[in-house]
């Protein structure tokens, strides 16, 4: 959705996406793992992990919450501004594993819009979505700043 700068006040409760579908595959774990340091089994042992609880390999649930960021712009634009920059989050949850092989997607909703100084904030509420899955894999209230 392209919403301007002026405009966003009124788009609270506004629903946004889905965005496109992803595939999480096992090279991008390993990135993650890499660059984070987190190589437990569950993420990066693909044999060990098939005798595990979730029968393989699953993303780091930090992972998945780093894809939001690739999610957001397909969600959200905001026309009219200079420049937005991406302020944090609040309540973050993980109730389900992304198994590696599944495609996730993004869904959001405007919740709150509110002028800060010099700007505006936006928290976008992001669902991401695990195809055939009922529950989400990753449930967050996203801060941006938005300045005119």
Known sequence: ???????????????????????????????????????????????????????????????TLSLVNRFLPELLTVTGTSFGVNYGCDKVRFPSPVIVGSRIRARGEIVGVDAVSQGTQVCVRVWVEIEGQDRPACVVDTLSRFFG
């Open 1 to 63: 959705m392209n919403i301007d700068y002026a405009e966003l006040a009124n788009h609270v409760g506004a629903a946004l996406g889905p965005s496109e579908w992803m595939v999480i595959d096992q090279a991008r774990v390993n990135l993650f793992a890499d660059a984070t340091g987190d190589h437990q089994w569950i993420h990066v042992d693909e044999d060990a992990a098939r005798n595990g609880p979730f029968g393989a390999t699953i993303a780091h649930g930090y992972l």
